[in-house]
Nanobody, 123 residues
Framework: QVQLGDSGGGLVQAGGSLRLSCAASGRTFSVNAMGWFRQAPGKEREFVAAISWNGGYTWVADSVKGRFTISGDNAKMTVYLQMNSLKPVDTAVYYC????????????????WGQGTQVTVSS
């Protein structure tokens, strides 16, 4: 199995920045795709960004493109989500996810999930 530890959330004012981290452990040799989803109260879980270790590409949702950047350290099996110009609408629980296949925006396609980290953006 694969375990994911996501962290870095917190309370920030609008326009501020946060950096989320997610470290994969366990049987990480099987992991190819890692990404971030978020879920606000009363809303569906939403794709944010993903990275492919083997393919070497990143994928960012249009809703956060230009503000959020995903990156990774393959040696550490760790991904990061740099969030800049945060807005109150970004407030959500952010979840790290991992899968052995090709990255996708659908949460059902991911096998492993972190515990989630709360991001709250005040106005």
């Amino acid at each position: 199995q694969v375990q994911l530890g996501d962290s870095g959330g917190g309370l920030v004012q609008a326009g501020g920045s946060l950096r989320l981290s997610c470290a994969a452990s366990g049987r990480t040799f099987s992991v190819n795709a890692m990404g971030w989803f978020r879920q606000a109260p009363g809303k569906e879980r939403e794709f944010v960004a993903a990275i492919s270790w083997n393919g070497g590409y990143t994928w960012v949702a249009d809703s956060v493109k230009g503000r959020f950047t995903i990156s990774g350290d393959n040696a550490k099996m760790t991904v990061y989500l740099q969030m800049n110009s945060l807005k109150p609408v970004d407030t959500a629980v952010y979840y790290c996810a991992a899968d052995g296949g090709i990255p996708t925006t659908h949460p059902r396609n991911y096998d492993y999930w972190g515990q989630g980290t709360q991001v709250t953006v005040s106005s």
